[in-house]
């Protein structure tokens, strides 16, 4: 998801309104796509990043070594209360073992009058998403599979929702979108076949012809030769 969520990130941190002297949070960091925005708008010292893979903060940890990165699920920060302006979490809500207690963990170690925001990818059906036209292409035969792949607050007015069971006010709601540039479709592809995430898994499951086959039902959903691709994500941002 690199190539996808570090266009979004920079969309996302606009739509919260992320400006200088504020600090920042980021929750489920991942290998920092969000982390090196707000770092590049707020400087490192205004900025820390938590995530419960030790491989991703160490390799965060590295990248930015002045960086205070901590190994932490959002359902219990590391943190003290009120320490923070602003506390996102981008596609990380859809993982959360418990995303309401995720979600009021980041109210509490945010100050008073400051901004919780989240964003998590469409994932309703025909939705542009990073893996919407690999979903389509196995739908035609494996529907059951697809269904199962239903996150949390992938669908319209589920973040929200979320936002609200959590006790949060001033909830706002929207779509963003960002663009990403893809070479051809093999670029579009390759990822797939790494094994990675439930695309991944479900593919290595699959026999060579049965690849094959879900390769060219892809195919024909993208453009051929290179292409841009416009990916949606559910945001919402509230005031604590």
Do not use: K
Request: glycine share 10%; charged share 20%; hydrophobic share 45%.
């Amino acid at each position: 998801m690199g190539r996808h969520s570090q266009p979004l990130a920079r969309v996302f941190a606009d739509r919260v309104g992320v400006t200088a002297g504020q600090r920042a949070l980021d929750v489920g960091c991942g290998p920092g796509a969000l982390t090196s925005v707000l770092i590049e708008r707020l400087g490192v010292a205004a900025v820390e990043a938590v995530d419960p893979s030790p491989p991703f903060v160490a390799a965060i940890a590295e990248r930015f070594p002045e960086l205070v990165v901590q190994v932490g699920t959002a359902e219990h920060l590391p943190h003290r209360d009120g320490s923070f302006d602003v506390t996102l979490a981008q596609l990380v809500v859809h993982f959360m073992a418990d995303p309401v207690a995720g979600l009021s963990e980041m109210a509490r170690v945010t100050r008073p009058g400051g901004t919780v925001a989240a964003a998590v990818w469409d994932l309703t059906p025909g939705a542009n998403g990073p893996v919407s036209a690999f979903h389509a292409a196995v739908a035609e035969t494996d529907p059951t599979w697809v269904a199962a792949q239903a996150r949390v607050g992938g669908a319209q007015g589920e973040l929200g929702e979320l936002f609200r069971s959590a006790g949060l006010d001033q909830v706002r709601e929207s779509v963003l979108s960002a663009d990403v540039p893809m070479a051809s479709f093999e670029d579009w592809w390759e990822p797939f076949l790494l094994g990675v995430g439930p695309p991944g898994d479900y593919l290595a499951g699959l026999d060579e012809q049965g690849r094959s086959d879900v390769r060219e039902r892809a195919r024909g959903r993208l453009p051929d030769g290179a292409f841009t691709m416009r990916v949606d994500a559910w945001c919402v941002v509230a005031t604590v």
